[in-house]
């Protein structure tokens, strides 16, 4: 039998033991029911729940190479196209809605028919991120800079949409969403896009494939969550478990399959010993979203796929410790106490 490889570890500036088998790095800590409101919240980790259970599969990035995700790219230039209507208000201009529409209405297509064949057991608290349209891009508004905004937003509401898709197809082998997709109960889905969605996040679970992720709070467990984590180590969803303060090395079990991921009193000691503080560069408004059409970002470059910045100044950010810390590539969340789990771990503000 193979040995399982030992995940890194972690020691936050809270003297708080986390480990990930799949991530070398420690994200931001965000509250335990934190607001997830806009798009650009579910771009960064949270603690793993039933409510949302899909938000840790949400890519982080459009591949703009793919058949399907290239529905979304946009002008070079910024902002978006915005058009002005007869009774004075504006909106996307119609080849953008049209484009954006028919995407959303597929990708909710694949879903339903995912679903005919293999029923999802949801708990009574579900409540999926809100959908594209929601964000109010086939909407009117009063000003052209609100019409811009609110495009941005239901653009960006597209990658936990793509999160959901690939939740759903997750649950199975790639034979088995492939053949529940091209049945004839109902319009099959066409070879083509099969094809491209095995290429890209909806399909495609490689490591190649940056997503959100997820926290796991291993001191009030829930079933259906700790059910969730070995599909998500499977398909490279990056994983963090929370054990509690150092001091107490192992006071939480998550069951066999997570067990082996609990640090050793040794790794934790090690990993106080090579404390480090890695600071998170913080993109600034400019840099994710340039509000002069005077800037052309690079051709490589998609200016909205990472999370707007209402603010170019310095955020506060986490100290930690890893026994191969590397840079956070991830967007700094705006929260950054951790959870109140304990009270001999309750932060310090």
Same mark, same amino acid.
């Given at each position: ?32 029911? @934190? ?26 990035? $459009? ?15 910024? !902002? ?24 959303? +209405? ?9 679903? +005919?064949?293999? %029923? ?12 594209? /349209? ?10 052209? +800079?609100?019409?811009?905004? /609110? ?23 790639? %034979?088995?969403?492939? +053949? ?19 290429? @890209? ?33 499977? @398909?490279?969803?990056?994983?963090? *478990? *929370? ?12 069951? !066999? ?31 994710? *979203? ?28 986490? /100290? $930690? ?14 929260? %950054? ?9 309750? !932060?310090? !503000?």
């Amino acid at each position: 039998m193979a040995s399982i490889r030992r995940p890194n570890v972690f020691v936050n500036d809270h003297n708080q033991v986390y480990s990930s088998p799949n991530a070398a790095h420690l994200p931001a800590i965000p509250l335990v029911d @934190c607001d997830i409101d806009n798009p650009q919240d579910t771009f960064v980790p949270h603690w793993a729940n039933v409510v949302r259970p899909e938000l840790p599969f949400t890519p982080i990035e $459009f591949d703009m190479s793919n058949y399907i995700i290239s529905r979304l790219s946009v002008p070079p230039s910024l !902002p978006l196209p915005v058009q002005q209507t007869p009774d004075g208000s504006w909106e996307l201009d119609r080849e953008h809605q049209e484009r954006w529409c028919t995407l959303e +209405k597929s990708l909710i297509y694949i879903i339903a028919k995912f679903r +005919k064949t293999h %029923h999802s057991l949801f708990s009574l608290d579900y409540r999926p991120y809100r959908n594209p /349209s929601d964000h109010g891009y086939l909407r009117s508004h009063k000003a052209a +800079k609100h019409a811009q905004i /609110s495009a941005t937003q239901s653009r960006l509401a597209f990658l936990p949409l793509i999160g959901r898709v690939s939740y759903e197809l997750s649950r199975v082998d790639t %034979h088995v969403w492939v +053949k529940a997709l091209l049945n004839d109960d109902g319009n099959p889905v066409r070879q083509s896009w099969i094809d491209a969605i095995k290429n @890209c996040a909806l399909g495609n679970f490689s490591p190649s494939i940056c997503r959100a992720g997820a926290l796991i709070n291993l001191g009030s467990p829930n079933p259906d969550v700790l059910e969730l984590v070995p599909r998500m180590i499977k @398909c490279n969803v990056p994983v963090w *478990f *929370f054990w509690g303060s150092y001091k107490s090395p192992r006071p939480f079990t998550g069951g !066999p399959s997570i067990d082996i991921y609990c640090p050793s009193q040794r790794e934790i000691d090690e990993a106080l010993v090579t404390r480090q503080i890695t600071v998170n560069p913080t993109p600034t408004s400019d840099a994710i *979203f340039p509000l002069t059409e005077s800037f052309v970002p690079p051709s490589s470059v998609d200016p909205f796929a990472v999370a707007l910045s209402s603010s170019s100044s310095s955020q506060p950010v986490s /100290s $930690f410790v890893c026994l191969n810390s590397i840079s956070d590539p991830y967007p700094v969340c705006s929260h %950054h106490l951790p959870p109140r789990l304990q009270l001999s771990t309750r !932060p310090q !503000p």
